[in-house]
């Protein structure tokens, strides 16, 4: 697979002092990719609610345009951008949107409506004490996850997303409690949401981040096959690198398992069209 489309820079909130719009292409370059998405954070509750540092999107857009002069003909450089909760400031989310020219968009949520960031949630120094992970029941995770799952159903009403990304991105962080999470429970509720994805033509993203420390990806690769059984084509593949060194990390394993569900390329909607790549297994 020659593209990662889902990378952190400076820019973004936990960005790595390495990780330059630079240094992020050069190793995409180094490591035989041809596409890179460079995806900076924008959590618009985040934001907004004074959460998290304003993304500084002007020199984002300035550092992505320039990259991508400097590296026309080495690197297809997509401007892009990881929007973070966009339904619950959907008028902001849409001028966002409407303000700068993105390539790609990825839709994500780190937190439910009213909900601290799954992150805080696992940590008992966490910002909201009585909502720790680790006090809950089994069936209040679960009923957490079915919160997901709606609220991934209302986010695909957001226009513009071209990708859902790390959809079972709580799940790192319940194995960090040691706690495992069986998600055959939400077959029905699964299989709802990704035929709306193939009624809106967004893609679903295999996100290899997690597989140093919680050995899963997100999401798993039985997420993966019931979303091919379902029909679903368009699957992304991406590290979230927020260093240069993780670009395309694990991207071997990732094809190992998208072949495995029966997927022989990699079909990305953007604002310019489907981007198509074979898998290399």
């Known amino acids: 697979m020659r593209a990662d489309l889902h990378t952190h820079t400076i820019y973004s909130f936990d960005g790595r002092p390495e990780a330059t719009v630079d240094a992020m292409c050069r190793s995409a370059i180094d490591k035989g990719l041809t596409h890179l998405a460079i995806t900076d954070h924008c959590d618009i509750n985040g934001e907004l609610e004074g959460i998290y540092p304003i993304l500084d999107k002007e020199a984002v857009f300035a550092a992505i345009s320039a990259a991508k002069k400097a590296y026309a003909g080495q690197l297809h450089i997509l401007f892009g951008v990881e ?4 339904t619950q400031y959907p008028k902001e989310a ?3 949107l409407e303000r700068y020219p993105y390539d790609i968009v990825l839709g994500s949520l780190h937190n439910l409506a009213k909900t601290p960031d799954f992150y805080y949630m696992s940590r008992p120094d966490g910002e909201i004490p009585a909502m720790q992970l680790s006090d809950m029941s089994d069936d209040g995770i679960n009923a957490l996850f079915d919160r997901v799952l709606r609220e991934s159903m209302d986010l695909l009403d957001f226009e513009g997303i071209h990708v859902l990304t790390h959809l079972t991105y709580m799940h ?10 069986d998600f055959s429970l939400f077959e029905d509720q699964l299989k709802a949401l990704f ?9 679903l993203e295999l996100n290899t981040s997690t597989l140093d420390r919680e050995g899963i990806t997100m999401p798993t690769a039985g997420i993966l096959a019931l979303y091919r ?8 593949v991406a590290s ?8 395309a ?5 990732a094809a190992e398992i998208l072949t495995a569900c029966g997927f022989t390329e990699l079909a990305v909607p953007t604002a310019n069209g489907i981007l198509t790549f074979q898998i290399d297994s």
């Open 229 to 236: 059984r379902c029909g679903g084509r368009l699957v992304s």
């Open 172 to 181: 790192r962080y319940v194995r960090r409690i040691g706690r495992e999470m």
């Open 94 to 96: 849409r001028a966002l």
């Open 195 to 203: 035929f709306k994805m193939i009624e809106k033509g967004v893609a």
């Open 83 to 86: 929007l973070g909760q966009a």
């Open 249 to 253: 990390q694990h991207f071997d394993t």
């Open 240 to 247: 979230d690198a927020h260093h240069p060194d993780r670009i």
